[in-house]
């Protein structure tokens, strides 16, 4: 000891130096751990997702239906009284089997009703089997079908050998399953969506305490880094799960173009009330998270087990943010938004009509236009006998009119035009329906997209649209809506394409239609919207010049996760 004193050299100097080369060894050995660890979960989880999406129940007849347009219905609700219309599954089949995929339904407390049939006809169903992928997990064919049915509604049915015999007495026969049955499909559903999670979720916490006892580091003002950026990941990968579920769940496939085009437009007048509750709650887990996280730093740095803790949390967030990017894509069909909008297509050299190119012959007594948008509605609220998806017609009153009338269909029954992208979310059909040009990036300019609107020709000005048409014919034109027209350039449209007087939200205020503090959830209802239109159309009608009035209804559209 005292030779190494008089030659100058510090044992504790060389002691300290094996301890740091050994904590950057074990530094080193612990990032390609979290990468490994990083992939390996990410694949797992991912894996599952797939198969979960994947998931469906297929029910098969004894007899081929094919060259008919049959539709099959699978109900869910908690309680047998309970069945509703929003909550339901429908597809259409022509062969021996009917598939739902049933990876969003909630087994564990819904039980489900199947109405293998839209209307009276005599068939026998053989199987029913839930697969998960390419799969068969859980059969039930032959005679056990009977044993898990609980009540029959609409049909006569005899249990054979193949399974059950049915005659339908009037149209939608019924099979009310037993909660057994639920419970079954539940099981599978457990496997995929909690207990991978589960054996992931344990994986990752025995790393975590592995690598926190082992990673040991003194500290340094420098660590502040390592804690802004775990802080970091961490509150952007709560807030990507938070709000993928979120949507998943309260507004199932919303068109990815709907989402982008939000982004861009305006967003005066969207009344953000019924998601207060959802921000609020949404901010407060990422404060709580937030705090726990610098409270579990703080307790292992004083025993210098800070640094380990701060590797295994990043590890953790990139894991979450990557796997809800994915499920945000897939969800949204990312993918298929991008290829739809950067293919190429000679759609419009081949097939559009610029209405300028036309010259269009009115009579010499020009006819009025009112044109009512409903908000929300469509053909499937009508009942299967008359075309559409439901048990009960909703809109009889609409259907009648429709068949007495012009519409999509061949007089019998009701059918309607195909759903593009673009033209499914309310601005995106108001402009299809009026220029026959949905909404998407590879149409819409960003320079339009992102502007301001607030000149009167800003929005599509390539277009010729229907407004345009009656414009230059002379006619007085009016939007009537209850709500904000600024809403996603809706103003802008109707301005710049015909001139259009905007009769929204502000206008009935400053009409003192409304009293100045009157708000009810977007606007006013459509209750006063009929009652304005009627007044607007004996003024518009006193005039010497013919008239479109254009309006737009509101109380259809839901709120939250509710009709």
């Known amino acids: 000891?005292?030779?190494?004193?008089?030659?100058?050299?510090?044992?504790?100097?060389?002691?300290?130096?094996?301890?740091?080369?050994?904590?950057?060894?074990?530094?080193?050995?612990?990032?390609?751990?979290?990468?490994?660890?990083?992939?390996?979960?990410?694949?797992?989880?991912?894996?599952?997702?797939?198969?979960?999406?994947?998931?469906?129940?297929?029910?098969?007849?004894?007899?081929?239906?094919?060259?008919?347009?049959?539709?099959?219905?699978?109900?869910?609700?908690?309680?047998?009284?309970?069945?509703?219309?929003?909550?339901?599954?429908?597809?259409?089949?022509?062969?021996?089997?009917?598939?739902?995929?049933?990876?969003?339904?909630?087994?564990?407390?819904?039980?489900?009703?199947?109405?293998?049939?839209?209307?009276?006809?005599?068939?026998?169903?053989?199987?029913?089997?839930?697969?998960?992928?390419?799969?068969?997990?859980?059969?039930?064919?032959?005679?056990?079908?009977?044993?898990?049915?609980?009540?029959?509604?609409?049909?006569?049915?005899?249990?054979?050998?193949?399974?059950?015999?049915?005659?339908?007495?009037?149209?939608?026969?019924?099979?009310?399953?037993?909660?057994?049955?639920?419970?079954?499909?539940?099981?599978?559903?457990?496997?995929?969506?909690?207990a991978v999670y589960v054996v992931v979720g344990i994986l990752l916490v025995c790393i975590g305490i592995i690598e926190v006892l082992q990673v040991t580091k003194e500290s340094?003002?420098?660590?502040?880094?390592?804690?802004?950026?775990?802080?970091?990941?961490?509150?952007?990968?709560?807030?990507?799960?938070?709000?993928?579920?979120?949507?998943?769940?309260?507004?199932?496939?919303?068109?990815?173009?709907?989402?982008?085009?939000?982004?861009?437009?305006?967003?005066?007048?969207?009344?953000?009330?019924?998601?207060?509750?959802?921000?609020?709650?949404?901010?407060?887990?990422?404060?709580?998270?937030?705090?726990?996280?610098?409270?579990?730093?703080?307790?292992?740095?004083?025993?210098?087990?800070?640094?380990?803790?701060?590797?295994?949390?990043?590890?953790?967030?990139?894991v979450i943010i990557s796997c809800s990017c994915y499920r945000f894509i897939e969800h949204f069909e990312v993918v298929d938004y991008y290829h739809y909008t950067h293919e190429s297509t000679t759609l419009y050299e081949d097939n559009y009509v610029d209405g300028r190119d036309i010259n269009l012959k009115f009579p010499e007594k020009k006819r009025n236009l009112i044109y009512i948008f409903l908000e929300s509605m469509e053909v499937s609220f009508s009942d299967t006998g008359d075309g559409g998806a439901m048990g009960d017609n909703l809109i009889s009153n609409l259907t009648k009119l429709a068949l007495e009338n012009d519409c999509f269909s061949d007089g019998s029954r009701l059918n309607g035009a195909y759903h593009v992208s673009g033209a499914t979310y309310t601005m995106g059909a108001l402009a299809a329906q009026t220029s026959a040009v949905p909404i998407n990036e590879a149409i819409v300019s960003n320079e339009t997209l992102n502007g301001s609107w607030e000149s009167e020709n800003n929005y599509l000005p390539g277009v010729w649209s229907l407004g345009d048409v009656l414009e230059k014919e002379g006619y007085n034109q009016e939007f009537l809506i209850g709500s904000k027209g600024e809403f996603a350039g809706r103003s802008s449209y109707f301005k710049g394409h015909g001139g259009y007087k905007i009769e929204d939200y502000d206008a009935a205020i400053e009409e003192n239609r409304i009293p100045q503090d009157y708000k009810v959830w977007w606007g006013y209802e459509d209750e006063k919207l009929f009652q304005f239109a009627k007044e607007d159309l004996i003024s518009l009608s006193k005039e010497d010049k013919p008239f479109n009035l254009t309006m737009l209804t509101v109380d259809t559209h839901f709120t939250g996760d509710q009709l």
């Open 220 to 318: 340094k003002k420098t660590d502040i880094f390592y804690v802004i950026i775990t802080e970091l990941l961490m509150v952007i990968g709560t807030i990507f799960v938070y709000a993928v579920r979120y949507f998943e769940n309260h507004f199932g496939q919303v068109p990815f173009g709907q989402l982008i085009y939000h982004l861009h437009t305006p967003l005066d007048g969207t009344d953000v009330s019924s998601y207060i509750d959802v921000i609020v709650a949404g901010l407060v887990i990422v404060l709580l998270l937030g705090i726990l996280n610098l409270i579990i730093y703080k307790l292992l740095k004083k025993k210098c087990l800070h640094f380990g803790y701060v590797l295994w949390m990043m590890s953790v967030a990139v």
């Open 1 to 194: 000891m005292k030779i190494l004193d008089n030659l100058g050299i510090d044992k504790n100097d060389d002691t300290n130096k094996n301890t740091k080369t050994n904590n950057k060894r074990i530094i080193s050995i612990f990032i390609v751990v979290d990468i490994l660890l990083i992939l390996a979960c990410c694949f797992i989880i991912i894996y599952c997702m797939r198969l979960s999406d994947s998931m469906r129940l297929n029910v098969y007849f004894g007899e081929s239906h094919a060259g008919q347009s049959n539709i099959a219905q699978l109900f869910y609700a908690e309680n047998p009284d309970d069945f509703s219309e929003n909550d339901v599954l429908t597809e259409v089949f022509e062969d021996d089997m009917v598939s739902f995929y049933v990876n969003e339904l909630d087994f564990k407390n819904d039980i489900i009703r199947l109405d293998p049939f839209n209307r009276k006809r005599e068939f026998s169903i053989t199987k029913i089997e839930l697969l998960i992928g390419e799969h068969g997990v859980f059969t039930v064919k032959g005679k056990e079908i009977k044993s898990y049915v609980d009540d029959i509604k609409g049909m006569k049915a005899e249990v054979t050998d193949d399974g059950l015999l049915c005659k339908s007495k009037k149209n939608n026969p019924r099979l009310i399953f037993k909660k057994s049955f639920s419970k079954q499909i539940y099981r599978w559903y457990l496997l995929l969506n909690r």
